[in-house]
């Protein structure tokens, strides 16, 4: 679940060497806009497509208003910028759609798979499977259009070096609006998945922060890292709080995430699946 | 021809050394002083003194505190709010448990022990950077809010987590109105202004620069690594902790944790990012411009309402305010990276040939 979150972040850090922050308000405003559309009584089908139609859409003006001028500043102006962009989104998506707290439902029930939970005596819900199968689907597509396609070969050159990547004609525009809309889908996705779990409301942007510890353990470059991140954050935090927690007083789950990424990056501070780099003078 | 430098000379290195070098600049500087310390108790209302004037004050110092360790050493930090949690804390456990102790004495140490866990948690500084480090922070960010939260004696066992501040009493005085709150607030603001000043101008501040600037090359020409980072993160936290107590005593009046938020600490970023990151000028216009704005906005949406006879609800505000405040950020962002601070030099040399082109 983190690991989608996650996804977004990694697919725009590696496409354009942006650490996008507004990734969580974008995950927010996908499902927010999502299921308000299915409140008002919309086709499911017909609301994904506005959706996701809506969120290229964004994908497109960001590149357009906020990526365009700034090109070539340091990353960390570009980091500010999308800081910028998080309080946008986030006031944008409540004053159209209000502020009170969304159910979604997608028709996978979360309950357990009785077969397996009457086999094997382990439970694991439905709902849990398919947003791993949809996840692992989504890796692979990504993994894909990365490593075989020209557009992916366009997308890590461009992350490289901006300048570089201009100078042997790579329309720099084109690259960005595609990255933004994709990872604008890859919002929409972990939105729905989370709405469904938590119902969608203002505190879907707080998880989104919870997808930083999982770059550090996964790697900011890589996507299958993400996925693993997402699985060890996970399963630690919830280990964590049932097992240390007590000890302690209960309520640990909130920091543990960041603490065991930040033991993590006393060892190994490129993450487990990140390129090592070095620096020159 | 506002600035007319014609017939300033040094003579001497004192002369060429001072911060303000310019007559025009001192004789300007001394008169703001004047008004903040003189006419501004005197003629300022309650309310734009314990409303909007102290917290700009106690939010500068923030900021200053901030842009020590952001712009100056270049290690971006998300924990600036927990800092600040530690050093209310801790200011309100000396008075609460060290007999007699003055109020500036307990100032001083919830600021040092802000300064342990800056040091503390700037341990990793050594091996990670940019992003990764705000990573590391936040982290200190969310501990540190749980510890506080968890264990009872930070708050002295207060079931509500809630606790008033000590009465702040100095020589005999008791500081109770806005005003007397207010002066003390710009005491502590103006002489640790004076002090980021002098400092970023010594040694130190150069290798915190050399640092910023590429931590290799640095080390490369024998800026030991490891003390400058740490001390950087060690005075940039007892700022924040001194601004988190005056926060806690002079503003709020009470000491909890929830006044600690990251909200906080993502507002102090902003203020130094509009305001210039390194500089010690764009602190302060940072922190005016973050407090006063909301101000602002929050009065032209009542025009607007009374003009245009609509109702306009709490939420609808609020929401707009945060369009337009982030908008607001990417906009300085794409104008003017440098900042408010910046903007202000620009006028400065506008200034010096007006009104001639060159």
Redesign the interface.
Request: charged content about 5%; glycine content about 6%; proline content about 5%.
């Given at each position: 679940m983190y690991a989608l979150v996650a996804l977004g972040f990694v697919l725009i850090y590696k496409a354009s060497g942006v650490f996008n922050f507004a990734q969580g308000s974008m995950v927010f405003f996908a499902a927010l806009t999502f299921v308000s559309l299915l409140e008002r009584g919309w086709n499911f089908w017909l609301a994904l497509a506005v959706t996701l139609a809506v969120m290229v859409v964004l994908g497109m003006l960001t590149e357009r208003i906020v990526l365009r001028p700034l090109i070539n500043q340091p990353p960390i102006t570009l980091l500010m910028a999308t800081i910028g962009l998080t309080f946008v989104l986030e006031g944008l998506s409540q004053l159209v759609f209000g502020s009170q707290p969304h159910g979604l439902e997608l028709g996978i029930a979360d309950v357990p798979i009785e077969w397996l939970s009457e086999k094997w005596n382990i439970s694991i819900s439905q709902f849990d499977l398919f947003a791993a199968l949809i996840a692992g689907l989504l890796v692979a597509v990504l993994a894909v259009l990365f490593q075989k396609t020209r557009i992916g070969r366009a997308l890590r050159a461009v992350a490289d070096d901006h300048q570089a990547a201009l100078a042997v004609g790579i329309p720099l525009q084109h690259i960005w609006t595609i990255v933004w809309a994709v990872a604008g889908c890859v919002a929409l996705v972990a939105g729905m998945m989370w709405g469904v779990r938590n119902g969608v409301q203002y505190a879907l942007t707080f998880t989104a922060l919870k997808a930083l510890p999982v770059l550090i353990l996964g790697g900011f470059e890589s996507i299958a890292g993400a996925i693993v991140g997402g699985l060890i954050i996970g399963a630690s935090e919830k280990l964590a709080e049932v097992y240390i927690g007590p000890m302690v007083g209960g309520g640990i789950e909130s920091w543990f995430a960041y603490v065991v990424a930040l033991l993590f990056l006393l060892v190994r501070p490129e993450g487990l699946f990140g390129e090592k780099h070095i620096d020159r003078v | 021809m506002l600035y007319r430098e014609a017939g300033q000379f040094k003579s001497t290195y004192g002369q060429d050394q001072q911060i303000f070098p310019i007559l025009q600049d001192r004789v300007a500087m001394i008169a703001l002083l004047l008004v903040a310390f003189v006419a501004v108790p005197i003629f300022g209302d309650q309310y734009w003194l314990s409303a909007i004037i102290t917290p700009f004050l106690i939010l500068s110092l923030a900021a200053l505190g901030l842009n020590i360790l952001t712009g100056y050493a270049g290690q971006?930090s998300l924990g600036t709010a927990a800092f600040m949690a530690v050093g209310a804390f801790m200011a309100y456990n000396a008075m609460l448990r060290i007999p007699h102790i003055p109020v500036l004495g307990a100032f001083a140490i919830g600021g040092l022990s802000a300064a342990a866990v800056g040091i503390v948690f700037g341990?990793?500084s050594l091996?990670?950077k940019?992003?990764?480090l705000?990573?590391?922070t936040?982290?200190c960010q969310?501990?540190v809010l749980?510890l506080i939260?968890?264990v009872g004696w930070f708050s002295n066992h207060s079931s509500s987590g809630v606790i008033t501040a000590q009465r702040m009493v100095i020589l005999g005085y008791e500081f109770v109105s806005p005003a007397s709150k207010y002066l003390l607030t710009l005491g502590v603001v103006t002489a640790m202004a004076l002090a980021a000043k002098n400092l970023m101008r010594s040694e130190t501040g150069r290798a915190f620069m050399a640092v910023r600037d590429?931590d290799?090359?640095a080390a490369?020409v024998g800026i030991p690594m490891m003390r400058t980072k740490l001390l950087a993160f060690a005075i940039s936290s007892f700022y924040c902790g001194v601004a988190g107590a005056l926060y806690a005593f002079c503003y709020l009046g009470t000491v909890e944790p929830e006044a600690f938020v990251?909200d906080l600490s993502?507002r102090v970023?902003?203020m130094i990012?509009i305001g210039g990151v390194g500089s010690i000028l764009g602190s302060f216009l940072g922190a005016a411009f973050i407090t006063l704005f909301p101000i602002l906005l929050n009065f032209v949406s009542k025009g607007l309402e009374s003009a245009l006879g609509v109702e306009m609800n709490h939420?609808?505000v609020s929401?707009?305010?945060?369009?337009i405040?982030?908008?607001?950020?990417?906009f300085f962002?794409?104008v003017e990276?440098n900042g408010l601070a910046r903007m202000w030099q620009i006028a400065k040399e506008k200034l010096r040939l007006w009104p001639f082109p060159h």
């Open positions: - | 971006l341990l990793p091996r990670i940019g992003l990764y705000a990573v590391a936040l982290a969310f501990f749980w939260n968890r590429m290799v090359a490369v990251l993502f970023l902003f990012i939420a609808m929401n707009t305010e945060a369009i405040f982030g908008g607001l950020i990417i962002l794409i990276p």
